[in-house]
């Protein structure tokens, strides 16, 4: 039930972004436009931010979190940090990783249905 929830919730903030880029489309006069747009805009946003959350969960982004972080706590805390990066490092890879195979399986399927209608309707 968990992983059909986690789909559904992809699938209709996919539909809610096609929906919207269909109606803001500014070809209104050209649907086949606008249909197009509503297919590829999700499609390739989903496929994009499943692979940023992989690459941020591979650790491309730790040294710059731990910056932020180490600043953030210098500045506003009286306290210094007393964890080093390797600690860190070690916290953040304990933590259970959140999985991104719906996001890109919701990406992928949206991006056929582009390359259906883009191959059947055209410009």
């Known amino acids: 039930m968990k992983v059909f929830r986690k789909y559904l919730i992809?699938?209709?903030?996919a539909v809610g972004i096609g929906v919207g880029v269909f109606f803001i489309s500014p070809n209104q006069e050209n649907q086949n436009v606008a249909?197009?747009?509503?297919?590829?805009?999700?499609?390739?946003?989903?496929?994009?931010?499943?692979?940023?959350?992989?690459?941020?969960?591979?650790?491309a982004f730790d040294m710059l979190a731990f910056a932020l972080?180490?600043?953030?706590?210098?500045?506003?805390?009286?306290?210094k940090m007393s964890q080093t990066?390797?600690?860190y490092k070690l916290e953040k890879e304990s933590k259970e990783r959140m999985s991104t195979f719906h996001i890109l399986i919701v990406g992928?399927?949206?991006l056929l249905i582009w390359?259906?209608?883009?191959?059947?309707i055209g410009f």
């Open 10 to 13: 992809t699938v209709i903030v």
């Open 35 to 59: 249909w197009i747009n509503a297919f590829f805009v999700p499609g390739i946003l989903l496929l994009l931010f499943s692979g940023l959350i992989f690459v941020s969960q591979q650790g």
């Open 69 to 79: 972080k180490k600043l953030f706590e210098v500045t506003f805390t009286p306290k």
């Open 85 to 87: 990066f390797y600690e």
């Open 108 to 110: 992928i399927v949206f």
């Open 115 to 120: 390359i259906i209608i883009w191959g059947v």
